[in-house]
């Protein structure tokens, strides 16, 4: 079989994803995961003493404090099986890509299976995150010392 | 109330680009994920993000965006006292709160729970 021949199987084959209702989910299950983020900022901000500037740190620590629980007793799968990106982009998709690895690694022991596997899957986020941070931040302090931009 | 509804529509729609760049742009959820992050880091390098969260709250510190976000903003304060030393001094400033709270959650985890062993 030629190869462009089986590309045109490949493309027959395969399913196309039913975009309009994977997006309308991914939005849906987002935006409620990101409205209790708000409402855990407000309560935050109202019985302790954090600001709106501040308020994201302990937001995300009880984000993923929640995806922990979740990840733990199985739930979470069920809706990323639903909700696809709805479920990986906010910082529960973060906590769960750690919580689960973390977890599925512990029979290889605490040092060589929970120790160096827990960032398996969140690893690349964390690398990307920071390289390109780096670059951008350097980038703007040179700028700012050649006098180009300001803060 | 309104912070709610634009948390609601940005962090939505921060999800819904997700799930576009992984269904039209065939690219895997780690790929996706980084690319977002990406995202985040450059938008805060033109002083895009800061904005957005004022708007949206939540909406914007929750989807993973905003880990690119605090990096950069992180680097930039620093940077701003002790010139280039602080890019790499003040990365991870701001956004120390997810890496902790991620491995100290992810070990208990561990502590606690048994592999499911299969997917449902």
């Given at each position: 079989?030629?190869?462009?021949?089986?590309?045109?199987?490949?493309?027959?084959?395969?399913?196309?994803?039913?975009y309009v209702v994977n997006v309308l989910k991914a939005f849906?299950?987002?935006?409620?995961?990101?409205?209790?983020?708000?409402?855990?900022?407000f309560f935050y901000m109202i019985f302790f003493d954090f600001t709106e500037k501040t308020v994201g740190n302990p937001t995300v620590a009880t984000i993923i404090f929640i995806s922990m629980i979740l990840t733990g007793l199985g739930l979470y799968t069920r809706l990323g099986q639903f909700a696809g990106a709805g479920s990986a982009v906010p910082v529960t998709g973060f906590g769960n890509a750690v919580v689960s690895a973390a977890i599925e690694h512990r029979?290889?022991?605490?040092?060589?299976?929970?120790?160096?596997?827990?960032?398996k899957l969140a690893g690349s986020?964390?690398?990307?995150g920071t390289v390109s941070a780096f670059v951008v931040a350097l980038v703007?302090?040179?700028?700012?010392?050649?006098?180009?931009?300001?803060? | 109330?309104?912070?709610?509804?634009?948390?609601?529509?940005?962090?939505?729609?921060?999800?819904?680009?997700?799930?576009?760049?992984?269904?039209?742009?065939?690219?895997?959820?780690?790929?996706?994920?980084?690319?977002?992050?990406v995202a985040g880091a450059i938008l805060d390098g033109f002083g895009l993000y800061e904005p957005l969260i004022d708007f949206a709250g939540a909406g914007a510190?929750?989807?993973?965006?905003s880990f690119g976000n605090s990096?950069?903003?992180?680097?930039?304060?620093?940077?701003?006292?002790?010139?280039?030393?602080?890019?790499?001094?003040?990365?991870?400033?701001?956004?120390s709160s997810g890496i902790s709270a991620a491995i100290i959650f992810g070990f208990i985890a561990a502590l606690i729970f048994h592999s499911k062993g299969k997917v449902n």
């Open positions: 079989m030629k190869e462009s021949q089986y590309e045109t199987i490949e493309q027959q084959m395969t399913p196309t994803p039913p849906l299950i987002g935006g409620l995961i990101c409205v209790i983020g708000q409402a855990i900022s029979t290889e022991g605490y040092v060589l299976g929970v120790g160096s596997n827990m960032f986020v964390i690398v990307f703007k302090t040179v700028l700012v010392m050649l006098g180009v931009v300001t803060w | 109330m309104y912070t709610f509804i634009f948390a609601f529509l940005v962090g939505g729609a921060i999800c819904a680009i997700g799930q576009l760049l992984m269904d039209v742009g065939k690219l895997t959820p780690a790929h996706t994920l980084s690319t977002l992050v510190t929750v989807p993973i965006t990096l950069t903003h992180g680097a930039l304060a620093e940077a701003e006292k002790h010139g280039l030393v602080g890019v790499v001094t003040g990365m991870f400033e701001v956004t």
